[in-house]
Structures are given as C-alpha cells and as structure tokens.
C-alpha cells in the first residue's frame, strides 16, 4: 500500500537562486544542504533542489501542487499576485493558483480545509510526469498501487491516487497555464512493504535497486520513484 509523499527532487541551474527563490516566495525553510543539493521543508514533504549531475537527476519544467490553508488561500492570493502573472482555476468548490518558480516548473497552490490549525504550504499533493505512452504507464503505476479516479485518456492525463498523493499522467501535451509534464522526475513515496510493492513491476522497470530510503525504480519513461518503508 502507497500513501504520502515524502519528497519531489528539482534540477536547477544555479541551486541558490532557486533557494532564493523558494525561500522569498513561499517562505519554505531549509533543512539541510549536501553537495550540489538543497533540502526544504514544504510542509511535510521535501523539497529537493539539485544541481545537474548523476541520476537520478531532479525533474525539468515539473507541475506540481502544494496545498495551502483554505483560511490563507485569499492571502496567498493577493500576495502573489503583485509579483506574477497569476492564473487561477476552480476544482468544485476548490481554488488553485498557478505560477513559475525561476527554473520554469509550474507551481499550483490549492486551498484545503484543514482540521488542524497549521499554517503556510503543508505538503505536496499531486505531480505531473510526461510519459511517452500512457497506457503503459498507467498499467505501471496501477501495479504500483495507484488507483485511477479520472481517465481523460481522450485529452491525453490521467490521474491516479494513493488516497493521501494524487499522481498525474501527461502524453507531451500543456495543461492549465501552460504546464507541462516533467521529464526525469525523482520523487518519493511511503509505501507499507516497499520490496513486495517493487516486484509487482519489476519485470518492466529498467532498474530496481535497494537504497537506503528504501527501493528506488526507474520507471520506462525515464522517472524515478523510490518506495520509502
């Protein structure tokens, strides 16, 4: 069983201005510094921001989504908005808002209500991957343990969940403000039984190997997904 994510990895350039950037604009804090890598804390997943070298890489022009405080959502809103172009779109009852951070990934900020009186960015809680074919893909991450809670296959996305981390898959396509898939993506997810989990597609995974996370699969589209016990 997959639940929560535990972090989603960035490529950048120039890892402190992207720092920088994360820091002034959505006021995430960070947790710790390695070599050619910058931890932050975006609620309870992690940031990982990292320079260009060996795989897995961090994730190119990645759309990603970090939920906000409904109570905050407004504030946000308006703070952002003397800063970007904003564009907004409503789920339902929900808002999100979408922006670009200064590597080009595209930024959403969804309002959920909260039981909890937690403030600022409390987590991550979809991604967006570029595959090349989506049915396979999908055939993935569903042995994966993700489930399907919307087929547009006829737009090319669709999107799958763990219950608690909804995961989004886009033929090379822009979604809502330009957004696109990322390509060579590394993320993390927390699974039950993560040896278990991993042979359900080992036979399709270009690689599967154990780490010290947990085990890490690179997945046909060139993603990694390491499956944190």
Not at 71 to 82: A, G, P, S, T, V
Not at 107 to 124: D, F, M, Q, W
Not at 198 to 221: K, L, N, Q
Request: aromatic residues 8%.
């Amino acid at each position: 069983m997959l639940t929560a994510p535990e972090w989603l990895t960035l490529e950048a350039k120039d890892v402190d201005r992207l720092t920088a950037f994360y820091d002034a604009v959505l006021e995430l804090d960070v947790v710790e510094e390695r070599d050619a890598e910058t931890v932050l804390a975006a609620g309870e997943t992690e940031l990982r921001l990292r320079a260009p070298g060996p795989v897995p890489r961090g994730g190119l022009h990645t759309h990603y989504a970090l939920t906000v405080p409904e109570r905050e959502y407004d504030d946000w809103y308006d703070r952002l908005d003397e800063r970007f172009d904003l564009v907004e779109h409503s789920f339902g009852d929900a808002r999100s808002l979408y922006c670009y951070d200064s590597e080009g990934n595209c930024v959403e900020l969804g309002e959920r209500p909260l039981k909890a009186r937690r403030s600022g960015i409390t987590g991550l809680f979809e991604l967006v991957l570029e595959v090349e074919q989506l049915d396979e893909a999908v055939d993935f991450y569903e042995r994966l343990g993700f489930e399907i809670v919307d087929d547009g296959r006829e737009d090319g996305r669709v999107r799958l969940t763990t219950g608690e981390f909804d995961l989004e898959l886009w033929s090379p396509r822009l979604g809502i403000a330009d957004a696109r898939g990322g390509v060579h993506v590394d993320f993390g997810v927390a699974a039950d039984d993560p040896r278990s989990t991993a042979r359900e597609v080992a036979d399709d995974a270009p690689a599967v190997t154990s780490v010290e996370e947990g085990v890490r699969i690179r997945d046909p589209d060139g993603h990694y997904v390491t499956l944190v016990g």
